[in-house]
């Protein structure tokens, strides 16, 4: 099979070296490795676009001792990493997985970058969730993807599934990071102020043709990168075509089910199926099964993630590891009306938490975190406080007038002239005391009023007695190196007062098929079922349910899908 745009109409039979399901990170590296090394590969994407829920994130990969980084001056190691491993998940879990991925980590990345436009860039700083653990790193472990441009597709480019609203402005222009101080700061300089008219310029040339930008970034760069790759070498790729069944038995697959409009068609696959199907996100049976109760009602997840591919599987003999764990890795997000009357979700991953003058509370009043922890950790917190003293979800993100100003808070940013717009949007609260604001949100009044005028004092000290904000280089990573004596700690004493709610929602899952360290599914019997792979979100993680840091889930998404596809092929790594 050798066209790029496959018509099911005219097949109820193919067959193919590898058959891989599911158009996210995982499943287009699968098939662009597979493809480098002579497969001949089928893709098949459920919904009419590629990217799944990689369209939507942050697109960093923890990749330790990548040689991107090494290039710009960072060291670090797979043994630093392994010892940060040890730390956070103990010695034993997952060994052969862990060792196959801190091994071939740098070495798929290599790969990529000289066999196809998938390039990267290194982070620099960007430290470790728990930077205080023996082995962890400051800079150098994180990689993100090169921005790219989508008008090298063409009329392609409708393909890549696009950010969520929130995270872009004007409608559709992407920001990163580093956009966003130059926007909102776009009359403070010359340059800031060329560089905001240079974006704004390409945007409006760009909407003329597309209905979004086409400077794309984070994971939109990484999921476009891939896409083009796989573009340009011709790889088959079957839209509106999800995996629905496999072919063969435990003692070995032969293919697998598509349902193309209705009918089904037999897909033979010589090598074996890659299910990378996203995870099980938004299968209610799973959630509730693996999830701490209560099961947490939001997912940041692609809605199209339901499970299929641990489904498929399971039915086919395969093994889910592990079952008992809080199987998300968490985000706090908080829920934006939009105009229409939809939902957004808003996370809160590293923009406002470790800024100085923001505490999060639950509903005594009290602290019960640092809240300038990473967003996972975060999560567990409130899980954790939710047992004690329900309920701490949703929690409070409390700060001043002066904060909003400076920071922003959540979907508001930094410098807006009107945050009361989004007091009347119902997005949060507002009032011009502490007591009146804790009786809007439902918060006790009392106790808010005494755990401000504590953290007060701690404004003043530099030290948070309590939960230690502004202890880690992570914290103060995120939060305002300018604030003196801490750059996470500022007194919340300027009216109108603020309290935006904010509850959990995973942004992946890490419960998953069971696989040996070539992603080969394991039955029941802990044995490999020839001829079955998983990546992604559909591989039980190897990070065991733990976020060691930023790229937690891509890193190994794109690591374990290279080794997916090497072990197909016959390759030893
Ligand atoms: C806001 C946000 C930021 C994030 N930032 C990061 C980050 O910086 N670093 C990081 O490591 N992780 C990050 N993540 C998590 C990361 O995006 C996911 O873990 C990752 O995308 C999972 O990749 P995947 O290929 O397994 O699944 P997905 O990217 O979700 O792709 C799955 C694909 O499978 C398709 N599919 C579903 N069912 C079927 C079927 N039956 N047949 C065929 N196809 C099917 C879907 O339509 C979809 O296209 C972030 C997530 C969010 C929400």
């Known amino acids: 099979m050798s066209q790029a745009t496959v018509s099911a109409d005219t097949h109820s039979e193919m067959e193919v070296d590898l058959l891989i399901a599911g158009g996210g990170p995982a499943g287009m590296t699968a098939a662009l490795v597979a493809s480098l090394e002579g497969l001949d590969v089928l893709l098949c994407e459920k919904s009419n676009q590629v990217g799944g829920t990689g369209a939507t994130s942050a697109g960093t990969l923890w990749i330790p001792g990548n040689s991107q980084s090494r290039a710009a001056g960072f060291s670090d190691s797979s043994e630093q990493a392994d010892l940060y491993l040890n730390a956070l998940i103990g010695e034993a879990t997952n060994r052969e997985l862990r060792n196959a991925y801190l091994q071939t980590g740098p070495k798929a990345i290599d790969y990529l970058c000289a066999r196809s436009d998938v390039q990267f860039l290194p982070c620099g700083n960007h430290p470790d969730y728990r930077s205080n653990m023996p082995g962890a790193a400051v800079a150098g472990r994180a990689i993100v993807p090169e921005p790219f441009d989508g008008r090298l597709l063409g009329a392609e480019f409708q393909r890549i599934r696009p950010p969520v609203p929130e995270f872009m402005v004007f409608g559709g222009l992407m920001v990163g990071k580093a ?70 038995d435990r003692r070995g697959v032969k293919g697998a089910c598509l349902n193309v409009g209705g009918r089904e068609i037999l897909i033979k696959a010589r090598k074996g199926v890659v299910l990378a199907t996203g995870g099980y996100a938004h299968n209610k049976r799973f959630r509730e099964t693996f999830m701490p109760q209560p099961v947490p009602e939001y997912s940041m997840s692609y809605e199209g993630n339901r499970g299929d591919g641990v489904d498929i599987g399971q039915r086919l003999g395969a093994s889910i590891t592990p079952q008992q764990c809080t199987s998300g890795l968490w985000t706090p997000v908080s829920v934006v009306p939009r105009p229409d009357g939809s939902k957004g979700l808003f996370p809160h991953l590293v923009l406002d938490r470790a800024k100085p003058g923001l505490i999060a509370v639950n509903s005594a009043g009290r602290r019960f975190v640092n809240e300038a922890a990473s967003y996972h950790d975060f999560v567990l917190a409130m899980f954790e406080s939710n047992k004690i003293t329900p309920p701490s979800i949703p929690a409070w993100l409390i700060c001043d007038a002066a904060f909003m100003g400076r920071y922003g808070l959540g979907v508001i940013y930094p410098g807006h002239r009107n945050p009361g717009k989004f007091v009347d949007s119902g997005y949060l609260d507002s009032a011009q005391t502490l007591e009146e604001l804790a009786g809007k949100a439902g918060i006790d009044p009392m106790q808010l009023h005494l755990t401000v005028t504590r953290y007060n004092s701690f404004a003043e000290t530099g030290v948070d007695i309590d939960f230690d904000k502004g202890e880690t280089e992570l914290n103060r990573f995120n939060g305002d190196t300018a604030h003196k004596p801490n750059p996470c700690i500022g007194p919340i004493s300027a009216p109108p007062f603020y309290a935006l709610a904010v509850l959990p929602a995973d942004i992946a899952v890490s419960t998953g098929l069971a696989t040996d360290a070539d992603a080969q599914v394991l039955a029941s019997d802990g044995k490999p079922i020839p001829g079955l792979y998983a990546c992604g979100n559909d591989m039980a993680s190897v990070m065991a349910g733990s976020y060691p840091g930023p790229g937690t889930t891509l890193g190994p998404a794109v690591v374990f899908a290279y080794r997916a596809a090497m072990h197909a092929k016959g390759v030893t790594i």
């Not at 909102?184 to 300089?189: M, P």
């Not at 340059?191 to 390409?202: G, H, P, S, T, V």
């Open 179 to 248: 956009d966003i101080s130059r926007l909102v700061g776009r009359f403070d300089s010359f340059a800031n102020f060329i560089y905001c008219a240079k974006l704004f310029a390409r945007y409006v040339a760009d909407r003329l043709k597309y209905k979004r930008g086409t400077r794309l970034m984070m994971g939109n760069a990484l999921v476009g990168r891939l896409f083009y790759s796989l573009r340009k070498r011709k790889v088959p790729i079957l839209f509106d075509a999800p995996i629905v069944r496999l072919t063969g």
